[in-house]
């Protein structure tokens, strides 16, 4: 299974963002639940949202509202969209595929917000 993130990039604060995740070499993408993660230097990973086999999402507190998971299975895909992005978003940002302890991680992609 190969997992890897695009659309990370610099935007200023107020800005938005769309991640995507594509999934290669899976069979059944539809069963697998997703989630993206965030990371930054010397910190864990932090969960950012998530959205299940049936289409049901979830958020942390501090992100209800700003970010918004979605997922194509048809295409094997899953999506992040941000808004009003503020600095203490910067991080790298991973997607998850089947849970964090046995699932698959793709490399992350940077996105960095500037004031």
């Known amino acids: 299974v190969t997992v890897v993130e695009s659309g990370g990039g610099l935007v200023h604060a107020g800005g938005s963002l769309r991640l995507t995740c594509v999934v290669s070499e899976i069979n059944e993408f539809n069963t697998y639940s997703m989630y993206w993660y965030r990371q930054t230097p010397g910190n864990q990973r932090e969960l950012v949202a998530g959205?299940?086999?049936?289409?049901?999402?979830t958020y942390p507190d501090s992100n209800k509202g700003r970010f918004t998971i979605s997922r194509d299975n048809t295409k094997n895909t899953g999506y992040l969209q941000m808004n009003n992005l503020q600095t203490n978003d910067t991080a790298v940002y991973l997607c998850n595929v089947g849970g964090s302890q046995y699932g698959y991680w793709g490399q992350g992609t940077q996105v960095t917000v500037s004031s």
């Open positions: 959205i299940y086999q049936s289409g049901k999402t």
